[in-house]
């Protein structure tokens, strides 16, 4: 563990800096060029750095292996069909080389409609092969889910995610107004409290000064009382 | 017992609380739904998408059920024309197999059996969108041509293939017979025997033309018996039809649990919010101000 970087000495604050460093992706930097990511544990930049480097890419690994997997079973059962011209069916949506980005660059590759692989033995008016291509919705892919599955599974991870944070920012946001509560119960101001304080002051000095008011003309008394008219 | 002095921070809070009850019933209210992102019941969004796939699956069966409908019955229609032009080429061939014509009125029958050959391979030929009904799963080229080197008279350019069709979900359909089972099946050969009487009427005996017209009428039986197919998948699809709109029904009825807002709740959440809210900003705005300086005069 590297010791901890200041960011605020006495009066002096020290900026941090955002750029990246060897990667894509963005790092918190300190005023002395320190890579400080990993040592930010709290706050609203920690929890925005957790969705970005843990919440998103756990989503978007789901999200990359319906595309990738769903794009390979129908491309493999399109190809086993033929198109209207009778030549073998082709790829029917691009192939995704690797499960990276694959749901960005998830895309249907042909544009000609005749080169639907519908036909199952060659002959333009066949269908054989339709029923191939629509049994893939409720096969296994090889996640061991169907695809409607796996679509489900991640709305209902990435609502979990939602409901789950809200749940959690209600739940701290009544302790924090508690422990508010209870400090400024402590430490806060009360009007009413001082202002009695002010009162009793002020009315200790108002017979303080009425002590001082009364000596003062007893001894006045006094000394006139030695003086002869 | 002190109490926190500030009260301001609990009554925004307070504040705050009532006025997003607010909004939430308003957005149910508006939008007519319970769950509108998934963290509002990420379950029931969950079971969403698989009530809209096949919601939207559905549509797109009763979609192809009106396309095979109109599909098959264009088909059944050119039947019924062929079964028609064979009532009158066994007329024709009734006529000719009698002795006591002359070959003036020979003549004349076989004009007007060759124009219904030419008839029938039109119907044969019938077409939905450029496809052709009657050519198996060639459906690109005319299924037949006139040939009269052949001796049913026509060159078939099909194949035997069959189509299936899913209407539904479990159910398969097939949609088509090809021309070779239709109109040059053994058991009733229609282009065969029509050929044979014409021969018989050129060149023949009129015993060879009755026979020729007897196996006409196999032939007509034959066709009139196919018809069945084509009625029975009309009959099929338009029960499969209204199954389907009763599945689209239930499917609306089970969106509305999953995701629909009770809206008479929401009414009543509404104007319960909108009270609390009024009451929270009536209290925060008689207590915040007053201390006791507002009574030292």
């Known amino acids: 563990m590297s010791a901890s970087v200041p960011t605020i000495v006495a009066s002096q604050s020290f900026a941090l800096q955002a750029g990246t460093n060897g990667g894509t992706v963005q790092e918190v930097f300190s005023a002395q060029g320190q890579d400080i990511t990993s040592q930010i544990q709290g706050g609203q930049l920690a929890g925005t750095l957790q969705i970005r480097d843990q919440v998103i890419p756990q989503l978007l690994t789901g999200l990359n292996d319906l595309a990738s997997q769903f794009a390979t079973s129908f491309n493999a059962k399109h190809t086993a069909g033929f198109d209207r011209s009778g030549n073998p069916g082709q790829n029917f949506f691009n192939p995704l080389a690797s499960t990276t980005n694959a749901a960005a660059n998830f895309g249907v590759a042909i544009t000609d409609p005749s080169l639907i692989a519908a036909s199952s033995d060659g002959s333009a008016g066949s269908n054989g092969n339709i029923a191939q291509l629509i049994a893939v919705r409720d096969q296994q892919l090889p996640s061991g889910a169907s695809p409607m599955d796996m679509y489900s599974n991640l709305v209902l991870q990435v609502g979990n995610f939602g409901a789950n944070a809200q749940a959690d920012s209600n739940a701290t946001g009544l302790s924090l107004q508690q422990l508010t509560d209870q400090r400024n119960a402590v430490s806060g101001v009360s009007l009413d409290e001082e202002s009695t304080n002010l009162i009793r002051y002020q009315r200790a000095y108002e017979a303080s000064a009425r002590v001082v008011t009364t000596v003062d003309s007893m001894l006045q008394t006094l000394m006139t009382m030695g003086v002869t008219t | ?297």
């Open chain 2, 1 to 297: 017992m002190r109490v926190n002095p500030d009260m301001s921070a609990d009554v925004l809070s307070a504040i705050w609380e009532t006025q997003s009850q607010e909004n939430t019933a308003l957005q149910q209210m508006s939008t007519g739904k319970r769950v509108n992102s998934p963290s509002d019941d990420p379950l029931a969004a969950a079971q969403m998408v698989a009530n809209s796939d096949q919601s939207n699956r559905t549509d797109q069966y009763l979609q192809n059920i009106d396309t095979l409908t109109s599909q098959l019955q264009t088909a059944d229609g050119a039947l019924s024309s062929v079964v028609q032009a064979l009532t009158q080429a066994i007329t024709l061939g009734v006529q000719g197999s009698t002795g006591t014509l002359s070959d003036g009125n020979r003549q004349q029958i076989v004009q007007n059996l060759k124009g219904i050959q030419s008839q029938l391979v039109q119907l044969a030929n019938t077409s939905v969108g450029g496809s052709y009904l009657f050519g198996g799963t060639a459906t690109t080229a005319p299924p037949y041509t006139l040939d009269s080197t052949s001796p049913s008279g026509v060159t078939y350019n099909g194949n035997s293939g069959t189509n299936t069709v899913q209407p539904a979900d479990g159910l398969n359909l097939q949609t088509n017979l090809p021309g070779s089972q239709l109109f040059q099946n053994s058991g009733g050969d229609v282009f065969g025997s029509l050929q044979q009487l014409l021969t018989a009427l050129q060149s023949g005996t009129t015993t060879d033309a009755g026979t020729a017209t007897n196996q006409l009428r196999s032939a007509f039986d034959f066709v009139t018996g196919q018809r069945i197919f084509y009625g029975n998948g009309i009959n099929q699809l338009s029960s499969t039809q209204t199954y389907l709109q009763q599945e689209k029904l239930t499917l609306t009825s089970q969106e509305n649990n999953l995701v629909g807002a009770d809206l008479t709740k929401a009414a009543t959440d509404l104007t319960r919010a909108q009270t609390a809210h009024e009451a929270a900003l009536a209290a925060a705005a008689r207590i915040l101000p007053t201390s006791l300086l507002d009574y030292l005069k």
